[in-house]
């Protein structure tokens, strides 16, 4: 199947509080493929593992070896994490999210690992097509919090996943398909935008729209500095050409 022509844009920035940037991006708009990972585990380790997971995905999914099965392709980043612990104990308890899209035909299909998230924006809706893997959704999920607004204003911590690239031998990856619209717009963001700018104004603001996608990435990042920037703020925006 023929990959999609995509228009895509990416930003990434420290934030106002972490001494280094643990995120990583990276968008190939000739074959339809966008790939974001938010590192964890401090120092240069996270960056080690975010980036190692970016660069894997994208290797193998430009070669081919890919071929719409995404799932397969995060299982091999995650190994290629454990291994590089496993060959440098320096970097233990590395790991790291991981979301990725690959538009084809007039269809998008995405995986996901952990809490970064993908978004569709449609005619002046946004909604989020990931599920996070953490512990406020899996409490939302078993009925203890009828939000994770609630959740969070309980106590629980916001930053805490169930599941990772780099946590353990085998990852059980989450994957799924859309059909693409004239007009849609999709975000692919790590929990530095989610948790900093509300969905309502994430939805507000793609639909002020602005000069292009780099300009709506700036917009949507300078909210979440504003909001406390917490955390690594990464996003991608991307218009498919259907």
């Known amino acids: 199947m023929k990959s999609m022509l995509i228009e895509a844009a990416s930003r990434t920035d420290r934030g106002l509080v972490r001494e280094g940037n643990e995120d990583a991006v ?37 070669m081919g070896e890919g071929d719409m099965v995404l799932g397969s392709v995060v299982e091999a980043a995650n190994k290629a994490i454990i291994q590089a612990i496993e060959e440098s104990p320096e970097h233990e308890g590395m790991g790291t999210t ?14 996901h690992v952990g809490d970064s998230r993908i978004y569709r924006f449609r005619g002046g809706r946004l909604e989020q097509l990931t599920r996070d893997h953490s512990i406020i959704q899996e409490l939302v999920d078993q009925g203890l919090f009828e939000s994770a607004e609630e959740a969070r204003g309980a106590g629980v911590k916001n930053n805490i996943i169930t599941r990772g690239l780099g946590i353990a031998h085998e990852v059980e990856v989450e994957e799924g398909a859309d059909d693409v619209q004239n007009g849609d717009i999709y975000l692919l963001c790590s929990d530095g935008l989610s948790d900093m700018v509300a969905d309502p104004i994430l939805e507000e603001t793609l639909s002020e729209g602005g000069d ?20 690594n703020v990464s996003l991608i925006l991307v218009r498919p050409e259907a």
């Open 26 to 62: 990276a968008t190939f708009p000739e074959y339809g493929l966008v790939v974001l990972a938010d590192g964890m585990g401090g120092h240069t380790s996270g960056e080690v593992a975010s980036q190692l997971a970016v660069e894997t995905v994208g290797t193998l999914m430009l």
């Open 98 to 111: 991981i979301v990725m899209a690959r538009f084809m035909g007039r269809r998008v299909h995405f995986a």
């Open 212 to 231: 292009g996608l780099p300009d709506l990435c700036g917009k949507l990042l300078d909210l979440a500095i504003q909001n406390g920037g917490k955390d």
